[in-house]
């Protein structure tokens, strides 16, 4: 089977269809690539929809205390963007699972925006979250993630009132709804009405909602899988693996059947 039809098998709406989804996140190189292969496919196998990659930064901006120092132990093994695209490829080879990468415009910038995106299509990576490319500025990344079959997924803040139909009415995989101002991390209570932010992300697309930062207990992810169309979490996964480190893979076993069995 070609990479090329691997990634059209696996749209990235298409997890959403008769399914609420658990989206869960890792930091690439943490504690070491090998490991973070292994943690990847006892995801997928544990029943995580999709996956994301985080590619280390130095200046993670929207990321909270537990995944910036995940940032800094991937970073301080050497991990580098060529290393997780090979680590990829490896993943590629076991699970058809859909993979998004999370990371800024200036890793991108760095190793070049045409030659990432068609690296990405060359190992199988379906979506891009840039939590720091302004709405204003996408057109050329659009353009040329779309051309390599990627999907630049789109963020919408509680503070987007404003702007909320205009940013959902592009948007294509899934939109990243987040749940609560700030950085990532776990909260004990999220208190925005998302509810009222996907009715009117409902009036302008029916492109899946998912919702993320603070997300922690299955509790939580019941709650919001009511009118989400699937959770994303992070940090909660990222402290499983700061708190195991390679020992990772069964606590992240046990910790994504729950979840993924808790959505409603």
Do not use: W
């Amino acid at each position: 089977m070609s990479k090329h039809i691997i990634i059209e098998e696996n749209k990235i709406s298409q997890i959403f269809k008769n399914q609420k989804a658990f989206i869960g996140f890792l930091t690439a190189g943490d504690p070491c690539l090998s490991k973070t292969e292994e943690f990847i496919l006892a995801m997928a196998e544990a029943g995580a929809d999709l996956i994301e990659i985080g590619i280390p930064f130095s200046d993670p901006i929207a990321e909270g205390p537990v995944i910036e120092a995940a940032n800094e132990r991937a970073l301080s093994v050497g991990t580098t963007t060529d290393k997780i695209f090979a680590m990829v490829a490896r993943v590629r080879e076991k699970t058809d699972i859909p993979l998004v990468f999370l990371t800024y415009m200036n890793p991108i910038f760095v190793y070049g925006v045409e030659r990432f995106f068609a690296a990405c299509e060359k190992v199988g990576i379906n979506g891009a979250i840039i939590p720091d490319l302004p709405f204003e500025e996408k057109g050329e990344v659009l353009s040329i993630a779309h051309a390599h079959e990627v999907d630049v997924i789109t963020l919408i803040a509680p503070t987007s009132q404003d702007r909320i139909q205009m940013l959902a009415k592009e948007a294509t995989g899934f939109i990243y709804l987040v749940s609560s101002m700030g950085v990532t991390g776990v909260r004990s209570e999220i208190k925005t009405d998302l509810a009222a932010i996907i009715a009117d992300i409902r009036q302008v697309t029916q492109t899946p909602v998912a919702v993320g930062f603070g997300i922690a207990t299955p509790e939580q992810a019941a709650t919001i899988s009511q009118f989400a169309d699937g959770v994303i979490v992070g940090s909660a996964i990222v402290r499983i693996i700061a708190e195991h480190g390679a020992a990772s893979t069964e606590p992240l076993t046990a910790y994504v059947k729950s979840m993924k069995a808790a959505l409603v």
